[in-house]
């Protein structure tokens, strides 16, 4: 006879966020990153949490999550980018030297010339790809450990950056370039609804979708009505986040020299919404192809693969040092990017900018849940890190905080969040 006397399963299999198939590490860090924003809100006396906030904290983020969702392969590969603050520097320095003396001196292209934005954004993303690829072929082939390359990166790319310009700001730049960084390049409250519908109904068709996948090869699924939960969640949080930005209203004054600028007299009583900015538009864009890479591609496959087992994954067949280069390649492309939304939002290019963006962009990174180990992160763990980071250090500012005490914070933060990551990972295991 069979034993029943035990036909209920564990209450941890039944529970409400097992069903719902949620992590509970980013549910964690979900929930801290609530509560930071409430308790800086409290503090802040209600200007924390403010649409006005909100929306500069997101277009301060987005530079460092761009890069973030590069150095996820980077480290999941068992590597580290120390250049990539540097690197952000010398794609900047390139395209500011590009748009406003290479081009009007060679081509008789100038600012605003309809051309002049695209070959600037073409010429930093090439000259990101070729240095993170150089920086890659030096681990990969020639067996330099990536610490100490991009340790040199770190101060070769930082000077190159310097010379190309002199050391002096390069300003002002093209103003289509412009539209990429903050409140220069906005959608509008039209457009960011309309971006923001296609947005959800593509989230929530994914997650439908990945649902249909898993029964037709037969993997265990949610029950429906979580999947519908989620769905509604997801759906909810998007069209959230652009009602947040829609509610932040373009200044009165701004608003005018809008006006004057065209010729026109603004109507009286006239408001109009940021919307969705531009950058972040793109750092969405980077996120889902980065996503895409890792879950759909044979090149995910074989980063993920590698740093889980990298003896394993050469004997394999896999060419694990092509495999550095392209990681560094892409590494170096994000930071071009990254270079033109932080560009972009100075409106020109500066000696220091990407100053100590490395340790910012490993750092979220790691907090992200990225394992130093090698073999797992997640895109949106690195963006939702790079969140948390500039969170508090918005935070603290707005408090009055020094700056030694909010790197002081930053630092124990960062510590603490790695030796979280260790405990969690270590009872893993032990399951």
């Known amino acids: 006879m069979s034993d029943t006397t035990n036909l209920s399963p564990p209450a941890a299999e039944t529970s409400f966020i097992k069903k719902l198939g949620l992590d509970t590490r980013l549910l964690g860090m979900v929930a801290a990153f609530i509560v930071l924003c ?12 403010t649409p006005r906030n909100i929306f500069n904290l997101t277009i301060q983020t987005v530079s460092v999550a761009i890069m973030a969702c590069g150095m996820v392969f ?32 060679m081509l008789g292209f ?3 010339h309809p051309a002049t934005w695209i070959i600037t954004i073409l010429v930093g993303i090439v000259t990101g790809a070729l240095i993170g690829a150089f920086q890659g072929w030096l681990v990969g082939y020639l067996g330099i450990p990536a610490f100490i390359v991009t340790l040199g990166g770190f101060l070769v790319w930082r000077n190159v950056a310097w010379f190309l310009t002199n050391g002096a700001t ?9 539209i990429f960084g903050g409140t220069n390049g906005t959608l509008g409250a039209s457009l960011s609804w309309a971006v923001g519908i296609v947005l959800a109904v593509a989230a929530v068709a994914a997650m439908w979708a990945g649902r249909r996948a898993k029964l037709r090869h037969g993997f265990e699924v949610k029950p429906v009505w979580a999947e519908g939960w989620m769905s509604g969640l997801a759906a909810a949080a998007i069209l959230g986040f652009i009602a947040i930005l829609n509610a932040y209203q373009i200044p009165t004054r701004r608003l005018e020299r809008m006006f004057e600028a065209q010729g026109e007299v603004m109507p009286e009583g006239f408001t109009q919404a940021y919307g969705l900015p531009i950058s972040v538009f793109i750092l969405i864009a980077v996120a889902i192809v980065m996503t895409l890479i890792a879950r759909r591609t044979r090149l995910g496959r074989y980063i993920f693969a590698t740093g889980g087992n990298p003896d394993a994954a ?26 033109v939304v932080a560009s972009a939002r100075l409106a020109n290019h500066t000696n220091d900018i990407g100053t100590l963006d490395e340790l910012r962009v490993i750092a979220a990174a790691v907090i992200g849940g990225t394992a130093l180990a090698g073999g797992a992160g997640t895109i949106y763990g690195a963006i939702l890190g790079a969140l948390i980071m500039q969170s508090l250090q918005s935070g603290m500012a707005m408090v009055g905080m020094p700056t030694p005490y909010q790197n002081i914070v930053v630092g124990v933060v960062l510590v603490l969040a790695v030796l979280i990551d260790t405990i969690y990972r270590k009872r893993l295991g032990a399951r």
Do not use: Y
């Not at 980077?74 to 990539?84: A, G, K, P, W």
């Not at 060419?319 to 270079?339: E, Q, Y």
């Open 38 to 49: 409430l308790l800086f809100n409290l503090i802040t006396d209600g200007r924390f949490l």
């Open 74 to 105: 980077v480290i999941v590969n068992r590597h580290i980018d120390l250049s990539v603050g540097a690197l952000l520097a010398t794609c900047s320095a390139v395209m500011a030297m590009t748009q406003t003396v290479i081009l009007p001196e």
């Open 110 to 112: 100038g600012l605003n």
């Open 170 to 178: 390069i300003g002002p730049l093209d103003g289509t370039f412009l």
């Open 314 to 339: 050469e004997l394999s067949g896999i060419n694990t040092r092509l495999l550095t280069v392209k990681i560094f390649a892409i590494m170096g492309i994000l930071c071009a990017i990254s270079a």
